[in-house]
């Protein structure tokens, strides 16, 4: 790979990096805990590694975390999985996300829109006080902490007063969103065993409601240790029998009661996509999470009192509970329950423009589905407010990179994120004081020792490997739900290099302290021994005006050979002719690799995701070796099993 350093697409200008908070949380570190006062980021994040527990205990005070109890020791085994962080400290998640209310009583909160693009504001006083009600409510209902407590919700105000009313009980929270099925949501809530479900009664998507009764009483039945159930009308129905209706439990005015809980004490669980089984419950702490998102949303996202975050998501997602954290750096948050792409494709451009974003996130693949279909965003919305732009999902490709820079902003920093659903929170991305290369991530985030690694376990620096994190981080999981003696946890992580996060992606750490993703190491193209990423090859495909979107595949086949198919779902009106393929084979023979160009091109009428709209790459290649549909894949973790079908038939017919 070429060492070769092109300019910048984006650099701060020099009064962006004397205000961002990284610069003076460095030098206040510097102060007050040895951290460098020279060298920039680099030699930030330096000492953020070597220096982990001092690094940790700087983030703590700078955010002012209040303990009730303070801790003993900040880190004390620092071994992997297993880390012990804060021992003896106590404190609560929920009371930072709320402590903005003592001063911005009456500022907004939450901005809640919906597919009529009206904000309609909840003041930072009204949050505190629904929390306050509802916590009262919930503890008479006999919840204690360490009970779970659920949500079957849309990305509403309702949602995040729940959670933060389940973390001022103590008790752990975990949601699903209501487009998904029956069967999807118990794989999720049986593991877990909620004793209150928090349901709406539809959602509104596309212009259409969609009633989930029907769901809500198939729940009810399949979740014996339910105690209670709690009705939100948001299509307008009667709660059913039993149910207890949302107003009841909110009206009171009550402060909230905190319950101060041990740092490791669970704050939610988060579920894996779920495609080859049921999905992993994974298990994050409150004082985990807390001290991870101050970190990534105060310093990397520059995040304050005086922004406004939006990101679309659902509270199927990790990026839900993500966007909800924006609460702990006073940030006014922005919660979308709608389609991403209703009425027209711009429709996240015009929630941004309506609620005064300063930082808006969305997907990778949205980002390139605007520019496929000539979006205009700096002409067609005032975008004057919106100072960065971050993607995360799948990587951004370049020309995602350059059409944001050319449709939003010259200025506009953009922050393409990667991390995962396993830590809540990134690995690399946003920093407010470094260039932005094209189809780069800026850099790896505080605290978090991010190497590139060979299979051997040695470093690679301008090369592509396994990206590994060496040493822990605070919002790795405390452990799975349901497994008692760690291994599956361990398995998850730790098999190919003991001690050491292996996260399965592929990744180049660049000379110059940027990171490149190449996409889930597991599903690899291998083809004579050079490896590449499905990313790289999505990237140049879907350049092109005729695919909508594409899927590959590399199938180790029993004979010893390698067949590689690439699937694409054509846009409407294209045709798989002789010029096509030929196009395709040549933009990737000349782009990427003469040995990657794929065997056959076979057109498909879609590309199957899970459920947070990632590509399905590992069921696909299982159904193509032979695997039997309901042994490759979890049924309920589809956004539309039909498509499998037609990879299960082709495997059939091949063989």
């Not at 041990?262 to 999905?279: I, N, Q, R």
């Not at 398995?491 to 990744?507: E, K, Q």
Request: aromatic fraction near 10%; charged fraction near 20%; hydrophobic fraction near 40%.
């Amino acid at each position: 790979m070429s060492t070769v350093n092109p300019p910048p697409l984006w650099q701060p200008d020099p009064q962006r990096i004397a205000q961002a908070q990284i610069t003076k949380f460095q030098a206040w570190a510097a102060e007050h805990h040895g951290a460098p006062a020279e060298g920039g980021y680099a030699a930030l994040h330096r000492w953020s590694v070597e220096e982990l527990d001092t690094f940790w205990k700087a983030v703590a005070e700078w955010f002012d975390v209040r303990f009730a109890t303070p801790c003993t020791r900040v880190l004390g085994d620092r071994s992997m999985p297993g880390a012990q962080w804060f021992q003896g400290a106590t404190l609560n998640y929920a009371e930072h996300a709320l402590r903005a209310a003592a001063d911005r009583a009456d500022e907004p909160a939450l901005l809640h829109v919906d597919e009529t693009h009206e904000p309609r504001p909840v003041t930072w006083s009204e949050l505190r006080r629904q929390v306050g009600s509802l916590a009262a409510e919930l503890r008479a209902l006999g919840v204690r902490p360490g009970d779970r407590v659920s949500g079957y919700l849309p990305n509403i105000p309702q949602a995040v007063v729940a959670l933060l009313a389940t973390a001022a009980v103590g008790a752990v929270w975990t949601s699903c969103a209501p487009d998904f099925g029956a069967r999807s949501v118990l794989d999720r809530f049986q593991q877990v065993e909620p004793v209150v479900l928090f349901a709406v009664d539809g959602y509104r998507y596309g212009g259409k409601e969609h009633d989930r009764r029907d769901i809500v009483a198939e729940l009810r039945r399949e979740l014996p240790p339910l105690r209670a159930v709690v009705h939100i009308p948001l299509l307008g129905t009667d709660a059913p029998e039993g149910a207890l209706n949302w107003a009841d439990l909110t009206s009171a005015d009550v402060d909230p009661v905190f319950e101060q809980v041990p740092f490791e004490h669970p704050l939610w669980v988060l579920y894996s996509s779920g495609t080859t089984g049921l999905p992993k419950a994974i298990v994050q702490s409150q004082g985990g999470i807390l001290v991870e998102h101050l970190k990534q949303l105060g310093l990397h996202c520059d995040l304050g009192p005086r922004d406004r975050f939006f990101w679309y998501t659902s509270t199927g997602w990790m990026m839900w509970n993500f966007l909800v954290s924006g609460l702990l750096t006073g940030t006014t948050i922005v919660l979308y329950d709608g389609s991403p792409g209703y009425p027209g494709t711009g429709a996240q451009w015009r929630v941004a423009e309506r609620t005064g974003t300063t930082l808006f996130g969305t997907s990778a693949a949205y980002v390139m589905a605007c520019r496929k279909a000539g979006v205009h965003p700096s002409r067609d919305f005032d975008l004057s407010r919106v100072q960065c732009v971050a993607t995360t999902g799948s990587p951004l490709p370049p020309d995602g990179f350059r059409w944001l820079h050319d449709e939003v902003r010259d200025d506009l920093w953009i922050a393409s994120v990667s991390g995962g659903t396993d830590v809540c929170s990134c690995f690399a991305g946003a920093v407010p004081t470094l260039p932005v290369h094209v189809g780069e991530l800026q850099a790896p985030c505080l605290g978090t020792d991010l190497q590139s690694w060979d299979p051997s376990g040695a470093p690679l620096v301008d090369e592509v490997g396994e990206l590994v994190v060496t040493n822990p981080m605070p919002s790795m999981p405390i452990y799975f739900w349901n497994d008692p003696d760690g291994s599956r946890y361990r398995d998850s992580y730790f098999t190919m290099y003991p001690g050491v996060w292996r996260h399965g992606d592929w990744i180049t750490l660049t000379s110059r302290g940027s990171v490149i993703i190449h996409g889930r190491s597991d599903s690899t193209l291998n083809r004579q021994g050079v490896r590449m990423g499905s990313a790289d090859i999505y990237e140049a495909v879907e350049r092109l005006p005729e695919i909508k979107e594409s899927l590959v595949i590399g199938v180790e086949q029993p004979d010893g050979g390698y067949w590689m198919p690439l699937f694409v779902h054509l846009a409407p009106g294209a045709v798989l002719d002789d010029a096509l393929l030929d196009r395709i084979k040549r933009t990737i023979r000349e782009q990427l690799s003469p040995r990657h160009v794929p065997d056959e091109v076979i057109e498909v009428p879609g590309i199957p995701h899970t459920l947070t709209g990632k590509r399905i790459e590992v069921p696909v290649k299982r159904l193509l070796q032979g695997t039997p549909l309901d042994k490759a894949v979890n049924p309920g973790s589809v956004d539309n099993l039909d498509l499998l079908r037609f990879y299960e038939d082709l495997a059939r017919k091949r063989a």
